[in-house]
């Protein structure tokens, strides 16, 4: 097969209002299919609950400890200044609790750092993918297997986490490159913030980052849509908006971290892959974005939604084959290729539309034997 045109970028985003809504739409069926499985609570996982909410109380004292200064000295500053009819002790307040949860994100920061600390959110992930698998069999059960859909969790968990031993980094050094990254989105972040300050243009700033980031993802017309009405809209807002946005997609990159550990696309393969599903993806992040912005509850809405993308990936892409087979998979897996088909379906129905499958090719060692596979040639 030639695959000489898969690199080529897609002329039409796939950023539409319908796969958005599928993607939210995923949200709900992914989280409430997740709760189902038994398997999810076991005491690992709630030994790692628990850590989290403990961590996430001692995160909330530690940033609060810059608000409870300001605040000291507001009050020794009250006793020579006549603060009472004064607002800009509050601003200078409500400016540093806006910029530590909406600017810097801090405590979604945390949520995502977790992963480098734990494998617990990688099991998570693959039980839940086994759990997805059987329940799909289960439902289908009265059915032909050679008409049902292959399995992903057979297969994936047959694949290495480190991928090429002379490429693989040490949990350290992959840490230090997400904080590089977070780092780097905090201080755009900041310097787009302070910068919507300034006189005469600032108030230009935002809307212009507005346009020039949904000019690349939705094209010229929607993106001055967005320019003109964010020119309405108060600061707030409109970082809020911005923030909702990125949060959404750095969320996704980090819940679909243990299938990309063993599914290792090249850069431009990846670009590729997040391009052609990423209104769909949007919904879906940006759903589970809103639930993880709920306070101290929100490291456990993190693991829900870690489990969530299980059932996400058996939606937007093609089951794995053996590892032996892995190259040509990344080739083809590239783009959605049931993806329109899949959009318009209903909600009740979104088990009905999947690759095609050989209950011929399965192999009686890595499978049940009612359970289908493909295989890739």
Known sequence: ?????????????????????????????GAHRALQN?????????????LAVVAGIAIRLIIAVPVVAVRLLLWFLSFVIDTGAAQWDNEIIEGLDFIEKSVLQVPFFMMSFMRYLTPTLD?????????????????????????????????????????DSATHKNPWEAATIFLMRYGRRAAISLAIFFLSYLPYIGKLVLPAASFYTFNKAVGLQPALVIFGS????????????????FSSRSLMRELLEPYFSRIRYSKEQKKLWFRDR????????????????IPLLGVLIYGVAEAS?????T???????????????????VHWTNKHEFLNLSLSNLDSNNVSTDQAQAD????????????FS
């Open 38 to 50: 038994p398997g999810l609570f076991t005491s690992d996982h709630y030994r790692q609950a628990a």
């Open 364 to 375: 009686p060692t890595r499978l049940p034997p009612s359970l289908p596979t493909k295989k």
């Open 315 to 333: 939606k937007v892409t093609e089951p794995p084959p053996p590892p032996s087979e892995a190259e040509q998979y990344r080739q083809e897996s």
């Open 123 to 163: 099991h998570m992930f693959m039980d839940s993918l086994n759990w997805v698998d059987r329940t799909y069999i289960q439902k289908h059960k009265a059915e032909d297997p050679s008409h049902l859909r292959a399995m992903y969790y057979p297969n994936l968990r047959l694949y290495s986490t480190h991928g």
């Open 309 to 313: 993308t299980a059932y996400l990936i």
């Open 230 to 245: 964010s020119l309405l809209l108060p600061r707030r807002y409109l970082v809020f908006f911005l923030q909702s946005y």
């Open 278 to 293: 990423e209104g769909v993806l949007f919904g879906f992040g940006v759903g589970f974005f809103i639930f993880l912005k």
């Open 1 to 29: 097969m030639d695959y000489s045109n898969k690199l080529n970028l897609p002329k039409t985003s796939g950023f539409d209002p319908n796969a958005i809504l599928r993607g939210a739409q995923l949200t709900l069926v």
